[in-house]
Each structure stands twice: as structure tokens, then as C-alpha cells.
């Protein structure tokens, strides 16, 4: 299992170091980089590079992903997505916090114990339901898929913290409709848990993964290899014979019932074994209780704690690694590096067009949005901030988010002043302006107008802080003994002026010019 590097991106997906590799793929640590920050841990079957090419291999994993496809069950590992870019043929599937039943038996085989009983139940019935699922896959039209395994072992059986036991790698299945069929005379799959029948080139059915279960059973039961040999010649003819007695053999406290079980799932007529996989796992529940899965999961991570522990500090790492990249199909944060000495980092969201995947573009390999020379213009949001690295999505939509609350309390100040405009602008002490009162107030006698009375209101002493409220002055009507208060005069604005109305005239306090502009008349709000 590699260290985490840079991960190279295909299409939605980060891909990160190995998990385990085969004679045909390797399956590696994924991310699923989606939209508004979302990301997803998967696992990521790719093609070796020497056989990326070959159409006989490419058909192979096309093929497994399609039967995966069709077969719906918890004991089988999904596929979530195949994706061909950039010369790639990729297979994405649930990544499954576990271990293969093949490191879990090695384990228990280095420190010299056995698999608990009851575990091995659980998982081999697991697995055992998971290919009844596979076997009675069907087609979209409901036709039968004739799907048969063909490399059921236990490194292609996982068994999660979850306490629930996986079936994986249909790379080698037989089934109706698939591209890739197997030439004659060749054999895939591992040769130690092949049916007689599958090693002769005859035609396959679910009775030879019935076989393949019965070694795995018997080997969880020993933790030691049913048939083993020096060279594949020496494997094949003990294959051949036959197995060399039950499990009890070799761990003396096994009931006969659980040896005449193995034995039969090893029979070399394939129609004295069980009909299905679904009847084993049934018998195997009687005869073996199954251990509840939080046992089972408990279990297992006492097992594999060492090599858990590292795959889940790496997976921490890449994690937290990942959670600046984001899918283009949604965003893309395009990051320039600032000139030396600069510390300004600039970043700009865009609505791609194609569904690349999302990451800091830094000057030099982003994309320019203008000519050469040409000073680019962001096409929505553009935002400058003293950063010495580049801001994370999450900062960004924050720094979004502060903007756009900031541009809408100051349309809402902008919005009231322009409407408080309108209104009489009232001091806090001494009478309403002449101008205003002369228009509230009733017509009065015209006095005869003196050189006194003549001054424009604007120049006029204001009155004593003892005099009344403004609004008392404009709405009593005026003493019958007093003299009534001089007109105020008006004066014609200048002709040479570009304002349409008159400079004393304050309702309303602003104007127009030719070119549609308002002011305000500075002279209304003297007081």
C-alpha cells in the first residue's frame, strides 16, 4: 500500500495509492469530487498500463461491471460508475473498511490460532448468499444471466468492521451477453479452489462456486491450504484426487455434522453438492450457529488492527488532502500564484462548460479570459485577499457570501436616503424656513413689501430656542392683533443656470439635469 502522493484525476475521480494489485488490475484508494464541497471515499480498479490497451482486457472489466451491475445484494460489493477518459478504463466501487478473508486467515496461520467457529460461519454464509444473488441475477427483460463466478477464494472475499462478509472481482464471471468470452483450452481463475469440472474446460455452473465455497470453508476451519504443490502440473492432479480428508483431520474438536458439510460442497459430481449456494448457507446455519455481525466486525479489527490502522492513517490523509478539490461539472477555483513579493492571492469562480475535474489552476496552466496583455475580467466573482496560499473552496463561498451582505446593506442604505430625500429635512430646534411655512399656511393679506421685508428668508435671524414647535407656528392661525408675517419673495433662478428649477425652491430638494442625473440642491439643506 503506497503513501499518499499527488493523485492523478480522471473524469469526477482522484485517484491515490494502491490498496492491492492482481495479474490484471489494481485496485486503488479513490475520491468522488462532486459539487458544493461534497467528496466520497471509493475504491478504483484500474487496468494494469501494459494491458490499458488490450481490447481483450478492457472487454473483461467492462464485462465485470455490467454483472455487477445486475446483482443487487449487501453481501456483494457494489459498482458505483465506470469512467473511460484519457486513455483509462476505470471501474469505481464502494471502498470497504475490512480485510480479505485471505489476510485474516494468514494472520490467525502466523500466530498459530484458529478463526473463531462462529465467525466463519458468518462470513462463509455471507458470501455464500451473496453468490446465490449473483447466480440468480437477471437481465433488465428478467431473463436469466447465467452468471457463474469462477475465482471464488478468499482473496476475493472481504469481510468489513461492519461485521458483514463481501463478495468481489467478477472479472472472471460466466454469463450470458458478455463481451469477452474464455478461448478454448484456457482457464482463469486461481487453480487451489477450481471444480474438477472447471479444470477439465467443461461447461461451468453455480455448482462449481458450491465447490470453490467448500475450500474456502475448509480452510478458514484449518487456517491451512486444502491443495497445495510445487509446480501448477503437481497443483492440478491434487485437485484432481480430490481432498484428503475432512476438516475434523486436522482440528479434532469439529462435529461430524460440519465434516459431512464440507465434504459434500467437495464432492467431484457436481450434482452431488448442494443445488445452490443459498441451500449450503442454510444447512451451515443448523449446524453452525453464525456469530451477530458486531462480533464478527469486532473481531476483525482485533485481527487486522496493524494493517487497519495504516490504511485508515492514510485514508485520513488523503481525505483531508482532498477536501480543496472540488468537481469542474459544478465549479472551478482557478488560483494565480502572485508575483514575488506580491502577497495578494486572486481567485476567480467560473461556470465551466465541460465536466473537468475541479482544481487550483495556478498562472502559467489556468485559463487566460482575455487576449494576451489584456487585464482579465472575472465572469462572476472576483475576489482579492492578503493570502500567502491558495484559499479553499469553503473561504471562498464565505468570502461570497460576506460580500453579498455587505452590497445588500448598502443598497438598503442607499434605498432610504434616496426615499428620505423627498421629505422635509426638519432641524432639532427653531421654526420651520419661511419657504416652507409660506406654503403651508393660509393665504394671507399681501403687506406692502419694505426694504426690510424684502431680504430672502435664508438671511433671516432664527428665532429664540424659547419660541414655539415648527409645527405649532405653520398649523395656529395668526392673531387677530398681531401683523401678519411678510411674503417671502422669490427669486428667478439665472438664466445662464442648467438647472431647471429654482435654487430657493426646496420640495422637491433635487433636480434633473440634461443628461438625467440627480442632485440634490445643497442650498435646501443649509439649516
Not at 6 to 29: C, D, L, N, T
Not at 342 to 357: H, I, N, S, V, Y
Not at 440 to 468: C, D, I, M, Y
Request: hydrophobic share 45%; charged share 20%; aromatic share 4%.
Amino acid at each position: 500500500m503506497e503513501g499518499v502522493r499527488a493523485p492523478q484525476v480522471i473524469g469526477r475521480y482522484a485517484i491515490y495509492g494502491k490498496i492491492a494489485s492482481g495479474g490484471m488490475a489494481s485496485v486503488h484508494f479513490g475520491r468522488l469530487l462532486g459539487g458544493a464541497g461534497f467528496s466520497r471515499t471509493v475504491a478504483i480498479k484500474r487496468l494494469h498500463p501494459h494491458l490499458a490497451e488490450n481490447r481483450e482486457f478492457r472487454a473483461t472489466l467492462i464485462d465485470e461491471a455490467r454483472m455487477a451491475a445486475r446483482i443487487h445484494h449487501p453481501n456483494v460489493v457494489p459498482t458505483l460508475d465506470v469512467v473511460t477518459a484519457d486513455g483509462e478504463l476505470l471501474l469505481v466501487m464502494e471502498y470497504v473498511r475490512g480485510e480479505s478473508l485471505a489476510r485474516l486467515v494468514k494472520i490467525q496461520m502466523d500466530h498459530q490460532q484458529l478463526v473463531p467457529l462462529p465467525v466463519t460461519s458468518a462470513i462463509v454464509v455471507g458470501a455464500l448468499h451473496g453468490l446465490h444473488a449473483a447466480h440468480e441475477a437477471t437481465n433488465d427483460h428478467g431473463a436469466p444471466l447465467g452468471i457463474v463466478h469462477r475465482d471464488v477464494s478468499p482473496q476475493n472475499i472481504l469481510v468489513g468492521v461492519d461485521g458483514m462478509a463481501r463478495v468481489i472481482d467478477f472479472g472472471v464471471a460466466r454469463a450470458t451477453g458478455r463481451l469477452q468470452t474464455t478461448r478454448e483450452g484456457t482457464i482463469k481463475g486461481k487453480i487451489a479452489y477450481m471444480a474438477p469440472e472447471q479444470l477439465g474446460g467443461r461447461d461451468v455452473t453455480r455448482a462449481a462456486d458450491v465447490y470453490a465455497m467448500g475450500v474456502v470453508l475448509w480452510e478458514a476451519l484449518t487456517c491451512r491450504r486444502l491443495f497445495s504443490g510445487d509446480n501448477e502440473a503437481a497443483l492440478v492432479n491434487k485437485v484432481l484426487a480430490g481432498p484428503s480428508g475432512p476438516p475434523s483431520w486436522h482440528v479434532p474438536n469439529l462435529s461430524p455434522e460440519l465434516d459431512a458439510l464440507v465434504m459434500r460442497a467437495l464432492a467431484h459430481d457436481p450434482t452431488a453438492r448442494f443445488a445452490t449456494a443459498r441451500e449450503m448457507a442454510e444447512v451451515l446455519l443448523r449446524v453452525v450457529p453464525p456469530a451477530f455481525p458486531t462480533d464478527v466486525g469486532a473481531w476483525c479489527e482485533r485481527a487486522a488492527s496493524e494493517s487497519l490502522a495504516k490504511r485508515e492513517t492514510l485514508l485520513a490523509e488523503i481525505e483531508s488532502s482532498s477536501g480543496m478539490g472540488s468537481a469542474q461539472s459544478y465549479q472551478t477555483v482557478a488560483a494565480v500564484r502572485p508575483r514575488p513579493g506580491d502577497m495578494d492571492l486572486r481567485a476567480t469562480l467560473k461556470d465551466p462548460a465541460g465536466p473537468q475535474p475541479g482544481l487550483l489552476a495556478e498562472a502559467g496552466g489556468g485559463i487566460p479570459d482575455g487576449p494576451p496583455g489584456t487585464t482579465s475580467q472575472p465572469s462572476s466573482l472576483s475576489m482579492e485577499a492578503p493570502l500567502a496560499a491558495a484559499a479553499s473552496p469553503r473561504q471562498l463561498w464565505r468570502a461570497v457570501l460576506a460580500g453579498s451582505l455587505l452590497a445588500g446593506v448598502l443598497f438598503a442604505v442607499g434605498l432610504v436616503v434616496a426615499l428620505w430625500g423627498g421629505w422635509k429635512v426638519i432641524p432639532s430646534a427653531g421654526p420651520a424656513p419661511a419657504t416652507r411655512a409660506s406654503a403651508e399656511a393660509p393665504p394671507l393679506p399681501a403687506p406692502a413689501v419694505t426694504s426690510a421685508s424684502a431680504a430672502p428668508p435664508a438671511v433671516e435671524a432664527p428665532a429664540p430656542s424659547t419660541a414655539a414647535p415648527p409645527s405649532a407656528a405653520v398649523s395656529a392661525p395668526p392673531s387677530p392683533a398681531a401683523a401678519p408675517p411678510p411674503t417671502p419673495q422669490r427669486t428667478a433662478a439665472p438664466a445662464a443656470a442648467p438647472k431647471p428649477r429654482s435654487t430657493t425652491n426646496c420640495d422637491p430638494n433635487f433636480y434633473y439635469d440634461d443628461n438625467g442625473d440627480k442632485h440634490f440642491k445643497p442650498e435646501c439643506f443649509a439649516h
